[in-house]
T-cell receptor, first 111, second 112 residues
Framework: DVKVTQSSRYLVKRTGEKVFLECVQDMDHENMFWYRQDPGLGLRLIYFSYDVKMKEKGDIPEGYSVSREKKERFSLILESASTNQTSMYLC??????????FGDGTRLSIL | GESVGLHLPTLSVQEGDNSIINCAYSNSASDYFIWYKQESGKGPQFIIDIRSNMDKRQGQRVTVLLNKTVKHLSLQIAATQPGDSAVYFCAESHTGGFKTIFGAGTRLFVKA
């Protein structure tokens, strides 16, 4: 089975801090995604990557950046955390025309 | 714009009954559809998928129906169990595309 692992289940940070969320997948998938999930808004795509060192903006990239230095790892970076970035963050990976596989999420609180 | 939506935000069923969760999609170009289950504190988990060249696909206790004429997707769960209590999402994409559009989700409650 595909395993997508997010480094932290819960994280509490302060406004203005630089925050790193890490995601690793073990199935050699080309494509990786970062979403945020908020009540009533569903899953919103922040960034995705279709290859090492390649990245594309999703629907809500403002305030975020990403890094994909290795195929198995996709990092989400909050450059200067703000309270409106408090959310559940979900990482996913997949091969095209197959379903996405998700990690268990990181619940991030910005104080 | 493109959207995938669900008709009901919550659904409550009696244990042992069948559940039907509905979804509408708006992008005619979508040709791949997926249902996910998300339990509390976990990420979405793949349940079943269907491609546009089919109108029905069955799994273990689950069936997905696709009606391309009215752009409607449904998930049927047979003999619903307490462990089926979760939020269910539909999602759509198209062949060769990178992006998947997710619905907002329906919360299924199973009454013992």
């Amino acid at each position: 089975d595909v395993k997508v692992t997010q480094s932290s289940r819960y994280l509490v940070k302060r406004t203005g801090e630089k925050v790193f969320l890490e995601c690793v997948q073990d199935m050699d998938h080309e494509n990786m995604f970062w979403y945020r999930q908020d009540p009533g808004l569903g899953l919103r795509l922040i960034y995705f990557s279709y290859d090492v060192k390649m990245k594309e903006k999703g629907d809500i990239p403002e305030g975020y950046s990403v890094s994909r230095e290795k195929k198995e790892r996709f990092s989400l970076i909050l450059e200067s955390a703000s309270t409106n970035q408090t959310s559940m963050y979900l990482c996913a990976s997949y091969q095209v025309n197959q379903p996405q596989h998700f990690g268990d999420g990181t619940r991030l609180s910005i104080l | 714009g493109e959207s995938v939506g669900l008709h009901l935000p919550t659904l409550s069923v009696q244990e042992g009954d069948n559940s039907i969760i509905n979804c509408a999609y708006s992008n005619s170009a979508s040709d791949y559809f997926i249902w996910y289950k998300q339990e509390s504190g976990k990420g979405p988990q793949f349940i079943i998928d269907i491609r546009s060249n089919m109108d029905k696909r069955q799994g273990q206790r689950v069936t997905v129906l696709l009606n391309k004429t009215v752009k409607h997707l449904s998930l049927q769960i047979a003999a619903t169990q307490p462990g089926d209590s979760a939020v269910y999402f539909c999602a759509e994409s198209h062949t060769g595309g990178f992006k998947t559009i997710f619905g907002a989700g329906t919360r299924l409650f199973v009454k013992a």
